[in-house]
């Protein structure tokens, strides 16, 4: 059974009919380029009678076309054709747009109308991504002359050529290419010009035409210098003491033919001979005709493409030297092989332990694509993690895979994107970007760890990349493997639905695994110890074996040095002016950061409230766990891997290669450090606090919590040493903990899922998440609740025997309420078909989150938003919590602050009783122990 991910419906009722080359399809559904436009819908137009879109030359999905959008002229991309003829009228497609090809490829074109309907995106920005940057920008009006007549004589106007200066003949002198408009020689205005241009097509003596400018980032080409005839023979003669005829060369000519000498068939980058013997020489010999001069295109390659003899690592195979598939594995990769031959889509979850040989199975399944003549296209979730699975697929397959992730460089991306779109390239690795690249056919589609957040898009448009790969591999006729060590609760939940094959790797290809201990943080704390390692972690750090080339890593999900800065003599607390959330410290480079805006601020020497000197940090981030282990053990090599490290250019790539060939012994990360880093060496794994993720106010925070603590202890033991995971946490029996502790989650995925099955969760329901951001906070809110009381109407309305498609929760502040000075409020749509509820895209200044990755920013709010719907408040955490939640009387700045600074400080340390003063409360408030709320 197919999974039905993408439910969209055309209010016109009429599906679009897929492009058959001469087929009469007069009605075009095009992907609009203009502000404004409505998200999920695209706007249809008629080709008129008798254009060139009918006949011999069809328009195609994928072509670009001007049309116009109320009263502007605008390009549009088609992204299907129909032959009926929609209720409304429809407009003409004013022009063709020319371009070498469609645009877009038509499956990417079929695509982007899927994801623009699903997510209620606007489809031309759908289009963009999809696109190089730049691409879609500009267009500009061509002239050029017509195609010869049957003698071979193109036509000319009598008397034109010398008209206006002679106008026309530029435009024979550039043959088919053209000559833009704009650049024509004139003498009269730009209407009198085109006057007579459209004089001249009429009597066909010339062509007009738009085309898209090409965009900045153009092809890099190269001069390279290569020995002709004559000058090998004139090595030789040199080689031999001999002379040459004519002039004598100068002292750099001569080295210019000796570099060029020791190997006389290899072509050399004239820049590099011109940098180190003259421009003058290299010019000089090719006039002698010693060397000859060729241009080719030189591709820009991102430096984490290159290879790892290139950046200095070794090479490691994802299968070690004389080992075999196990029958698991090769059961896996038989079924996608059938697949992929029979070009069948399925969708498969393959869950596979941390080293049960995962990437080897996505190795044999990529070359079973390769020989069947098709592409492949596989997903990860960061960076980091793309370089060490193109090593292994250049070492096992010998192929050089495409790269796409956001952080290329323009020219970087454009040239992959050539790659991939000419077919040089037939696999192609990279983020969620990379599910939108212009595959050509493509026989396989892998998602590695499937689970992770990061495939959720966070601005428009919000997709999620692995239900779009698994809409691309039903439009195309792929099988889809989703790999994951801790599968995501809702891929789980669609394998009870039969929408996904589930597949296991019970054995481990490597290793014996990690043998895992919890330490109590309340116990570290009554013991004096206030720094972030516990004793147990430190003893195991001092006890590695170095000479052997034992490794450790240590997992802290934050950033930074000090999670907040407060005054303790007032409690002022240093916070971001526009999200109005806790400044972090960062003590590499002594500022304060905002984690959710990335504003700074200088650190401030004395309390700007009351001016005391008597500063403190509290809490602390990867910053602080990496000075604290060169302090306390100096002896050991530190390295550091979070979003700090990553945003500087293939500094994430340095870091992962250091710690692999062994010139780290302890790396430092963020959750980027547990997923893809296959290091035999490592025998011990420090979670320094997983308490951090789990008190989040979000109904996925125990799953979260879960994976990021399976797949950091998953690091250790994968290889012939015996591993070592320390958990610190302050709840050591929370279910999630005591999953991964005991290496047995099989209640707690049964609680979850049962959960998400009770409420309605995905996938056993659908999410919708609302938006309103305006810059006066009433003005928000009123908007948000008059929105609110009218999709509460259309629910009622819509309510079949009493039960309505979905219910709606809110409105109530985002978790972070006010970011770039707009206040934000929420609603949630949930239910079984809240598209019905909200019909379509609200405009702004709504945006919509369809299939929302975490309702992080709603839950919290609930329990003191004086406007909130549902007055029972459940955490399903913590049985104790389950209380009646009520309402606030006086709502104010003030009390807004104290709650939300309580959330993060009980959420940094639970269980630890703190005064209002330090967790930054700068008004009097009244807390009070509800009934059965426990300690």
């Known amino acids: 059974m197919e999974p039905i991910l993408f439910a969209a419906s055309r209010s016109d009722g009429v599906d679009p009919v897929p492009v058959v080359p001469g087929t009469d399809a007069r009605f075009l559904e095009v992907a609009v380029d203009a502000v404004g436009a409505p998200g999920g819908r695209t706007f249809t137009y008629h080709v008129p009678e008798g254009d060139a879109g009918k006949g011999s030359d069809p328009v195609r999905p994928g072509e670009g076309v001007l049309v116009e959008y109320g009263r502007r002229r605008v390009v549009g991309v088609v992204l299907a054709l129909r032959t009926e003829p929609p209720a409304r009228e429809t407009k003409p497609v004013l022009a063709r747009i020319r371009a070498d090809g469609p645009i877009l490829p038509e499956l990417q074109a079929r695509l982007a109308q899927r994801v623009a309907e699903h997510y209620l995106a606007p489809a031309a920005m759908v289009v963009r991504q999809m696109l190089p940057p730049g691409l879609l920008e500009r267009i500009e009006l061509v002239v050029r002359p017509p195609p010869p007549g049957p003698d071979g004589v193109a036509r000319r106007v009598k008397g034109e050529d010398r008209g206006e200066g002679g106008w026309l003949d530029p435009v024979h002198a550039a043959g088919g290419s053209g000559v833009p408009v704009d650049e024509l020689p004139r003498t009269t205005s730009r209407a009198a010009l085109m006057r007579r241009l459209r004089s001249a097509e009429a009597s066909g003596a010339v062509v007009l035409e738009w085309r898209l400018r090409p965009p900045g980032a153009q092809p890099r080409s190269e001069r390279l210098a290569r020995l002709t005839d004559a000058g090998r023979a004139a090595v030789s003669a040199l080689a031999q003491g001999g002379k040459l005829p004519g002039r004598p060369l100068g002292r750099r000519q001569l080295g210019l033919l000796d570099v060029l000498g020791r190997d006389p068939t290899e072509a050399v980058p004239a820049a590099e001979l011109a940098a180190g013997h003259g421009a003058g020489a290299v010019s000089g010999l090719a006039r002698r005709g010693l060397?000859?001069?060729?241009?080719?295109?030189?591709?820009?390659?991102?430096?984490?493409?290159?290879?790892?003899?290139?950046?200095?690592?070794?090479?490691?195979?994802?299968?070690?030297?004389?080992?075999?598939?196990?029958?698991?594995?090769?059961?896996?990769?038989?079924?996608?092989?059938?697949?992929?031959?029979?070009?069948?889509?399925?969708?498969?979850?393959?869950?596979?332990?941390?080293?049960?040989?995962?990437?080897?199975?996505?190795?044999?399944?990529?070359?079973?694509?390769?020989?069947?003549?098709?592409?492949?296209?596989?997903?990860?979730?960061?960076?980091?993690?793309a370089v060490p699975l193109l090593d292994r697929l250049r070492h096992g397959l010998g192929v050089e895979p495409a790269l796409l992730h956001s952080a290329l460089s323009e020219g970087e991306r454009a040239d992959?994107?050539?790659?991939?779109?000419?077919?040089?390239?037939?696999?192609?690795?990279?983020?969620?970007?990379?599910?939108?690249?212009?595959?050509?056919?493509?026989?396989?589609?892998?998602?590695?760890?499937?689970?992770?957040?990061?495939?959720?898009?966070?601005?428009?448009?919000?997709?999620?990349?692995?239900?779009?790969?698994?809409?691309?591999?039903?439009?195309?006729?792929?099988?889809?493997?989703?790999?994951?060590?801790?599968?995501?609760?809702?891929?789980l939940g669609r394998v009870q639905l039969g929408q996904l094959e589930h597949h296991r790797l019970t054995d481990r290809a490597a290793g014996a695994g990690a043998r895992v201990e919890v330490i109590d943080l309340r116990q570290e704390l009554a013991g004096g110890n206030r720094g972030l390692l516990a004793g147990a972690l430190v003893d195991a750090l001092r006890a590695l074996d170095r000479g052997a080339g034992e490794r450790a890593i240590l997992v802290l999900n934050r950033r930074g040095s000090a999670s907040v800065v407060l005054c303790r003599d007032c409690g002022y607390v240093q916070v971001c002016p526009e999200c109005q959330r806790p400044l972090v410290f960062h003590a590499a480079v002594m500022a304060l950061r905002c984690h959710h805006c990335g504003a700074a601020a200088p650190v401030a020497r004395r309390c700007p409230a009351c001016a005391s000197p008597r500063i403190r940090y509290l809490g602390g981030g990867t910053e602080r766990v990496e000075r604290e282990v060169r302090i306390r053990l100096p002896d050991l090599r530190v390295g550091r891997l979070d979003r700090d490290v990553t945003e500087r250019r293939a500094a994430a790539v340095r870091v992962v290669d250091d710690f692999t060939d062994g010139r780290l012994d302890v790396l430092v990360g963020t959750s980027l450090v547990t997923k893809g880093l296959d290091v035999p060496e490592v025998t011990l794994v420090g979670v320094v606090s997983a308490d951090i993720a789990l008190n989040l106010p979000d109904e996925r925070a125990a799953e979260r919590t879960y994976q990021l603590l399976a797949q950091a202890v998953g690091r250790a033991g994968r290889g012939e040493r015996a591993g070592r995971a320390i958990i610190q946490s302050y709840q050591p029996d929370h279910p999630a903990i005591r999953a991964v502790a005991r290496s047995d989650a099989s209640d707690f995925i049964g609680s979850e899922l049962a959960a998400r099955r009770a409420f309605g969760a995905p996938p056993f329901g659908r999410v919708i998440k609302l938006t309103v951001a305006l810059e006066d906070r009433a003005a928000a809110q009123a908007q948000a609740s008059e929105f609110a009381a009218r999709l509460r109407d259309r629910a009622d309305g819509a309510a079949v025997d009493g039960v309505p498609p979905a219910i709606v929760l809110g409105p109530v502040p985002a978790y972070i309420a006010r970011r770039a000075g707009r206040w934000r409020f929420h609603l949630i749509l949930r239910g079984t078909d809240p598209r019905a509820v909200l019909e379509g895209d609200p405009g702004a200044p709504w945006s919509v989150d369809v299939d929302p990755e975490t309702v992080l920013s709603a839950i919290p709010a609930l329990a003191y938003s004086r406007v909130m719907s549902i007055r029972p408040i459940v955490t399903l955490g913590d049985p104790r919590l389950r209380l009646p939640g009520e309402r606030v009387k006086r709502f104010d700045k003030e009390l807004h602050r104290l709650l939300d600074d309580m959330i993060d400080t009980m959420r940094d340390a639970p269980g630890v009783g703190l005064a209002a003063q330090q967790v930054g409360a700068g008004a009097p408030g009244l807390c009070r122990r509800g009934r059965g709320a426990g300690p």
């Open 291 to 385: 060397i000859s001069l060729e241009t080719r295109v030189r591709p820009r390659r991102p430096p984490e493409s290159l290879g790892p003899a290139a950046r200095g690592v070794d090479t490691r195979s994802s299968l070690p030297s004389g080992a075999r598939l196990s029958p698991d594995q090769r059961a896996v990769v038989a079924r996608v092989t059938r697949l992929i031959e029979g070009r069948e889509h399925t969708g498969l979850l393959l869950e596979g332990a941390t080293a049960s040989g995962k990437t080897a199975v996505y190795e044999a399944i990529v070359a079973a694509a390769l020989a069947a003549g098709r592409s492949a296209l596989l997903l990860v979730p960061e960076i980091a993690l």
């Open 416 to 491: 992959e994107w050539r790659r991939a779109r000419s077919g040089e390239a037939r696999v192609i690795v990279g983020t969620r970007i990379a599910v939108l690249a212009p595959v050509g056919d493509p026989g396989v589609i892998i998602v590695d760890e499937e689970q992770d957040p990061a495939y959720k898009s966070d601005r428009t448009p919000r997709y999620q990349a692995r239900d779009v790969a698994l809409e691309l591999g039903r439009l195309c006729g792929a099988p889809v493997l989703l790999g994951s060590a801790t599968p995501d609760m809702v891929s």
